[in-house]
């Protein structure tokens, strides 16, 4: 189907609607031979079915929207329109479908104006067969002027074909004003009111809320790769973090309770320990370690026990009999303060061991936090927003990594100890290096030069602010030479738009693949999940001065899924990668305790080939 959407194609969404109705266009009729009430010129909805709030009330008279705001206009034509926000604002949502009626003319034309996102849109369906499928769709560019939309409908001349009017959103600019459509005999020509370019099309994904099985088959990805659910619900849940231990078991982490503490001892997350005895790439022993525990955002296994982090705690607990994990006893708190009042989704996570066997682990730039041992005060504590953090296992101290970028929630190390995580709404790819600032995506930076010092008397009195470095030049900016979102107003611009660029300006998980059974082109090459974008994107770091610049790799997962998140990736003992997926359809932070459907979670394992899982049990090899 040639659609005219895309710029190189000519669509002009910012095309002049005319006064009065295009001379050649053509009205629908209906089965009676009369014109359709497309335009709403009866003042009324006959011929389409509402259901929701969003348009009762509807059409609208005149130009309401010149009225409240000095610079845009309805730009209707006729005398009625359709203007979700004039009679509800945002707030309300709903769906205006119109009555079928045959094509029976090549091309079509309508009048739209909405946000940029899915949630407000107008799409043509057609009937084929007895079934329906929506072969054109278009939002807007959050202008409230109505702009005219061209389709070529050529392929599906003599089908029947409906109108489905959209506005399921509440956010800031989720309405929706539409128009009179007409069919014409040749491609209509409109002339234009502004160059602005052409709105990008919507992100079309095949799937939303499968099954887990058929969510692995479900997945494209390179040749020879093959994805194997290694865990699906009801045997996980939520899951929000995992680790590996050295015998390869999935210790994961359920977590039931996000995105609120819960009061104490109220707490729903669970630890569970999966293990593939067959290496079939399939659990086949799953066991509860801990239970009743809260918020947590954190785990990793070494030194004897299990590392925990569970705003406002960083926890440590023994583990007494490594065959059958049970707890060895309470979990001692090693660290408080962690902020679990703001956003809970940029508190404490992902955590790893770095190769110089500190812990490490990432804090997102809007929930402000003050570190430090149980009891300690203000002064002896360490401000932590927007940064990379670790904890030393056996010398008890805690100390900032680096400083700046956004909302990391994924990071690993290179064949050479290099730091790398990935980043939201700000540019996503940033080598980490010890003690460096890098730019944010809002609030103030901690680690203050001496001369910021000097310069600012809050700042002086503010002893938690530490460490004082004294030698910043300039924020660092990130290392990416691209971007994974479109457009050009910022990350925002592209929000369910950006699947050539990438999928989207939320990420989570960060893995370098260091193994052997992928093929050799995908050693060290750094993969992340992209969350809107239902996709791993893989980016190549490549050596450039004293650092490294992020190249764009081609996607390597595409999971087809709209309700696809995954959190967290990690690489098996077989050179294999697993990845833990939250699987909602909600994708964004919301405190609201009911916005997740706490039913969902799967756990994938990304292999090539058919390779076998080694039986492992590094505590028995020797160093060598």
Known sequence: MRIIFLPVLALLLGALPLAAADPAGIRPVGADGKPLNLDFETGDLRDWTATGEAFKGQPIQGDTIAKRRKDMKSEHQGAYWIG??????????GILTSVSFKITQPWASFLIAAGKTPASKAEIFVKDNGSERAVFRASGTEIENLRRVVVNLTP????????????????????????????????????????????????????????????????????????????????????????????????????????????????????????????????????VFMDKLNLVSGIEVGFGGVWIGAAPNLMFVPVKDWDDPKPAGEPKILLDGWDFKADTHETLNTFTWGPDGWLYGCHGVFCPSLVG?????????????????????????????????????????????????????????????????????GGEHYCITLEETARN??????????????????????HG????????????????????????????????????????????????????????????????????????????????????????????????????????KNQCHLNNLD????????????????????????AKLSDN
């Open 84 to 93: 979700t926000f004039e009679r509800g604002g945002d707030a309300v949502q």
């Open 156 to 287: 599906y001349l003599g089908k029947e074909m409906f109108v489905r009017i959209t506005d399921q959103g509440s956010s800031g600019w989720d309405h929706v004003n539409f128009d009179d459509f007409l069919f014409h005999a040749t491609e209509p020509k409109f002339a234009t009111l502004q160059k602005t370019p052409p709105p990008l099309p919507v992100d079309d994904v095949k799937f939303a809320g499968l099954s887990p099985d058929k969510a692995a088959r479900e997945m494209t990805l390179p040749r020879g790769f093959k994805a194997t659910l290694f865990a699906g619900e009801p045997d996980v849940v939520q899951p929000i973090a995992f680790c590996m231990d050295d015998r390869g078991r999935l210790w994961v982490v359920e977590g039931m309770t996000y995105p609120k503490r819960a009061a104490e001892g109220e707490g729903k997350d669970r630890i569970l320990v999966f293990e593939d005895t067959d290496g079939d790439g399939k659990f086949n022993k799953r066991s």
């Open 373 to 441: 041992k149980p009891g300690s005060a203000e002064k002896d504590r360490q401000w932590v927003d927007a940064a990379v953090w670790r904890y030393h296992p056996t010398k008890d101290r805690f100390e900032i990594f680096s400083e700046g970028t956004s909302n990391p929630w994924g990071i690993d190390f290179d064949s050479h100890g290099q730091c790398f995580i990935e980043a939201c709404v700000v540019p996503h790819f940033w080598h980490i290096i010890q003690g460096a600032r890098y730019l944010r995506q």
């Open 457 to 478: 008397e809050r700042y002086r009195n503010e002893k938690s602010r530490k460490p004082i470095f004294p030698f910043y030049y300039a924020d660092i900016p990130a």
């Open 481 to 584: 030479d691209h971007v994974h979102y479109a457009g050009t107003k910022g990350p925002h611009a592209g929000n369910g738009k950006s699947d050539a660029a990438g999928g989207g300006h939320a990420h989570a998980g960060l893995l370098v693949y260091q193994g052997n059974s992928w093929p050799a082109a995908y050693r060290g090459k750094i993969f992340m999940n992209n969350i809107h974008g239902q996709r791993i994107n893989m980016d190549v770091p490549v050596r450039v001065g004293s650092g490294f610049v992020g190249k764009h790799g081609a996607d390597f997962i595409n999971f087809n899924d709209r309700w696809s998140q995954i959190i967290n990736l990690l690489a098996g003992p077989d050179g294999s990668v697993f990845m833990i997926d939250w699987y909602d």
């Open 595 to 618: 916005a997740h459907d706490r039913s969902n979670g799967r756990i994938f394992k990304i292999s090539y080939g058919n390779p076998k899982a080694p039986a492992v049990d590094l």
